[in-house]
Every structure is written in structure tokens, then in C-alpha cells.
């Protein structure tokens, strides 16, 4: 089964990379752009058949290691 | 009385460590990360580099290594650990300091000598220092940029300036009980007047005198 992960940092903690960015787009004319934030996203491809099986055995590799829980909150899609 | 300088693949402190635990009258051997007991060793630390590539995040492969149980216990017992740099960053990590180190508020990857203030003395890496004292040590790193959402974490040393965004400009933070330290900045590399400073032996000096015999 395909699972795609997206792991965003809390939008209470800075992201230095997101703010780089947003100044250069500011320097490319692009001035309209009021934040930007960069996420990670994972494509996974995950044995199993069992929809709810795939998401817990998911959400564990997402708190093990995939997010960091001091920072990060995740996103998990179970794809067709 | 010996520390154990843990090497995980990407480690390139260990052997810094070593030469300046030793020129201080201490000994320390390299252990791999693959071992699963400290037996013989009193105290830990957890030197810089990029250990595991720093896939993913910094520290986030590393602290699944086997030696990081014993290390956990090492910590929980009160026994000396100390991150330095990505040592830092494992610890934090494996949930043994509070926090994380997420990248340099400037995106620059920092490389200089640093001014840090000690502000708390009653801990593994600093009970040697004087409240309030000034070292000078150098700063290698990208992600050095300490948050602590929840407000946890003891600051034990502070930058003089901002160079990175560091919440509290914290350089180095403990865990509550002061025997689990991070520093951001490397006391190993300033232990020699041809290093161009020797600040960091207050450090490493204050590490040694906290050992006790097994």
C-alpha cells in the first residue's frame, strides 16, 4: 500500500529555512508572499492490506522516528 | 576512572576528545556504537560530527544505535553525559535533554570562536567555572539553534552575542538534575594554547572532578 507522510513543524517554532526563502522571493518581486514553511513529505510503500492496520503501523514509525514529537505534527494519507 | 567517547559513523570529534581528556589527567577509550554495555566506564561523552550522515534530522538515527540504552541508563542513574555539538543534538533526540536544534537562524553554517557565559555552575560541565565567567571557545555548527517549546532545559551557558537564534541564547543546557549536559560550541578544541585558546579545560576540568569511582 502507498502511504504518504507529511511531517510540518508547529507553526509556533521558527523555520529558518522558510524565512530564507520568503526573503528571496521577496527579492524576486514576489513581495505578496507572507510566510512561506517548508515541510518534509515521505512516500512510502508499506505491506499489508488492512487500511486501519497500515495507518497504526504508520503513525508508530511517525512517532518513533519519521517526526520529531518536540517539533513536528504529522499528516498520514493512505493512498489508491 | 574512564569515560567512554562513543563513535557512531559520521562521528569526527572522538579522538579530539580523547587527546584532551588525557592531557587533563583523565582517560578515555572510543567505544562503538554498535556495543550494548558501558561496563568498566563511569561517565560518557558523546562527541561531535555528523554521525549517521545526520539523515533526517540531527541525532535522529543516532539514538536508536544499541549504545544509547546503556547511555539512557547512564543518565537516568546520575552517572556524567555530555553531548558536544552533535553529541547535542543526539541527546536531545533521545529525549534525555529537553528541546531540539533546529537550523541556524541565518542559514550559515558557523565556524569561529564564540564567547559563552557560564549561568549555572551546579552541573557536570560547569561546577568548575565561576558564576558569571567568560570563555572563549569555538562554534562549528548548522544546527545550533537550541528551541524549547515546552520552556524545559536548564541554560547552563549562554552566547555573549545572538549568533544563531538560540532560545535564551543558550549554548549549553542540562537536563533537571545537572548530570546530563549539551554544549553547542567544543570545549575539546580549545585545550591548547596552539588551538589558540584554552577556555575549554574549565569545562572538561569541571567534567573530570564530577567523576566518582565505580
Known amino acids: 500500500m502507498k502511504v504518504r507522510v507529511e511531517v ?22 514576489h513581495t505578496g508572499v507572507d510566510e512561506v514553511r ?43 | 576512572m574512564t569515560t567512554a567517547v562513543v563513535v557512531f559513523p559520521g562521528t569526527n570529534c ?20 554498535r556495543e550494548t554495555d558501558l561496563d568498566g566506564y563511569d561517565s560518557v561523552v ?81 561546577n568548575k567555572a565561576e558564576p558569571g565567567q567568560r570563555l572563549r571557545i569555538p562554534l562549528n555548527s548548522y544546527e545550533g539553534n537550541w528551541v524549547s517549546p515546552d520552556g524545559e532545559g536548564r541554560v547552563v551557558a549562554k552566547y555573549v552575542d545572538d549568533p544563531n537564534g538560540s532560545t535564551d541564547r543558550a549554548a549549553a543546557v542540562a537536563n533537571e538534575a545537572g548530570n546530563v549536559v549539551g554544549i553547542m560550541p567544543h570545549p575539546e578544541r580549545a585545550t591548547d594554547a596552539l588551538l589558540g585558546s584554552t577556555d575549554g579545560d574549565v569545562f572538561l576540568r569541571s567534567f573530570l572532578s564530577s567523576l566518582v569511582p565505580v
Request: with cysteine; charged share 25%.
Open chain 2, 14 to 33: 572522538e579522538h579530539d576528545v580523547v587527546t584532551a581528556i588525557t592531557q587533563l589527567g583523565g582517560s578515555a577509550r572510543l567505544v562503538w556504537h
Open chain 2, 46 to 126: 558523546l562527541p561531535g560530527g555528523f554521525a549517521h550522515g545526520d539523515a533526517l534530522r540531527t541525532g535522529a538515527i543516532a539514538r536508536f544505535s544499541p549504545i544509547m540504552e546503556p547511555v539512557a541508563r547512564f543518565a537516568e542513574e546520575g552517572k556524567p553525559v555530555i553531548g558536544i555539538c552533535n553529541g547535542f543534538q543526539v541527546l536531545c533526540e533521545a529525549g534525555l535533554l529537553p528541546g531540539a536544534l533546529i537550523a541556524n537562524r541565518d542559514l550559515s553554517f558557523i565556524c569561529r570562536f564564540i564567547d559563552v557565559e557560564v549561568t549555572d555552575t551546579a552541573t557536570v560541565l560547569t
Open chain 1, 8 to 29: 510540518t513543524r508547529r507553526p509556533e517554532i521558527a523555520d529558518p529555512q522558510g524565512t530564507t526563502i520568503k526573503r528571496a522571493l521577496h527579492d524576486l518581486g
Open chain 1, 38 to 80: 517548508v515541510n518534509s513529505v515521505f512516500h512510502l510503500e508499506v505491506e499489508g492490506a488492512d487500511p486501519d492496520d497500515v495507518r497504526s503501523n504508520v503513525e508508530e514509525m511517525c512517532r518513533q522516528l519519521l517526526a520529531n514529537p518536540v517539533l513536528e505534527d504529522f499528516e498520514i494519507e493512505l493512498l489508491p
